[in-house]
């Protein structure tokens, strides 16, 4: 649960609150019935608590120059880059559902006809390493508004082609550069391996928070973890 120390006030006082949820939480002792995973897991969540507080909705991540574009660009997923799944356009629609006023299917084309957004920036992988790419999509802000979401709910959840799936703050998913993006580095298309044909990119959370090959979103007030935040206890709120 404790993050990295980087420079920067914010994140040294994330670090602290961290360390605060460790050892003075009252209700942190750890009880005989109580595994320390399960002990663990209650202080990450009291983690992701401390971050969504001091989330400033209008802060930016940082944005580069064509010229710093990381190339090639760097893959991962849970599995090997052999086996991408490979989507039909065709068939593919995108579903939302949940809180939300019209829920429905979008095929790629529609979405593709949505005002877009284009922005240079670095996703940033747990695993140690981080690329700079150039994503073009719709705010994700501008399509929870088109399909008349209650963004006073406290999650938006995403479900994914290949089985992955995770879920964000509501503050998160409004912030200004979080898109669904459909084109990557002024491609027409997002290149299978890096999401085809819609993936979350959202620069101000690590890598695993950027779910690919899309296949709808929930907006929900019920909290649903997430693929690796389930399977190695990654924490939740992931802010950079
Ligand atoms: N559908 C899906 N999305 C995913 C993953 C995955 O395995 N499946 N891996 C995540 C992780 S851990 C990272 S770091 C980024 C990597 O994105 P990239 O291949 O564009 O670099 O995708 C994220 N989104
Ligand atoms: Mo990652």
């Known amino acids: 649960m404790t993050q990295t120390i980087w420079t920067g006030r914010r994140k040294l006082l994330r670090l ?4 605060a949820a460790a050892t003075l939480l009252p209700g942190c002792r750890i009880s005989e019935n109580e595994t320390v995973e399960a002990a663990l897991k209650r202080v990450s969540r009291f983690n992701d608590a401390a971050q969504a507080a001091l989330f400033r909705p209008q802060t930016l991540a940082p944005t580069f120059s064509r010229s710093e574009l990381t190339l090639p660009f760097r ?4 599995y090997s880059s052999a086996s991408v799944p490979e989507i039909d356009e065709s068939q593919w629609r995108f579903k939302v559902d949940g809180l939300v006023r019209k ?5 790629l084309k529609e979405l593709k006809a949505l005002p877009p957004q284009t922005e240079i920036t670095r996703l940033v992988c747990i695993e140690g390493w981080s690329a700079i790419g150039q994503w073009t999509g719709v705010p994700l802000s501008h399509f929870l508004a088109l399909i008349g979401a209650d963004t006073s709910a406290k999650y938006v959840a995403f479900r994914c082609a290949d089985g992955y799936y995770t ?3 509501m503050a998160s998913a409004l912030h200004p550069q979080t898109m669904l993006a459909f084109s990557f580095n002024g491609q027409d298309s997002l290149p299978d391996e890096f999401g085809f044909p819609l993936r979350l990119r959202i620069p101000t959370k690590l890598g695993f928070k950027n779910p690919k090959h899309l296949t709808g979103l929930t907006v929900s007030n019920e909290f649903t973890s997430g693929y690796w935040e389930d399977l190695h206890g990654y924490n939740w709120f992931a802010g950079l």
Not at 75 to 78: E, G, I, L, Q, T
Not at 103 to 107: A, M, Q
Request: glycine residues 12%; charged residues 10%; hydrophobic residues 45%.
């Open 167 to 169: 879920s964000i703050d």
């Open 103 to 107: 829920p429905g299917e979008w095929t």
């Open 75 to 78: 893959f991962n997923a849970f």
């Open 16 to 19: 602290s609150l961290g360390a």
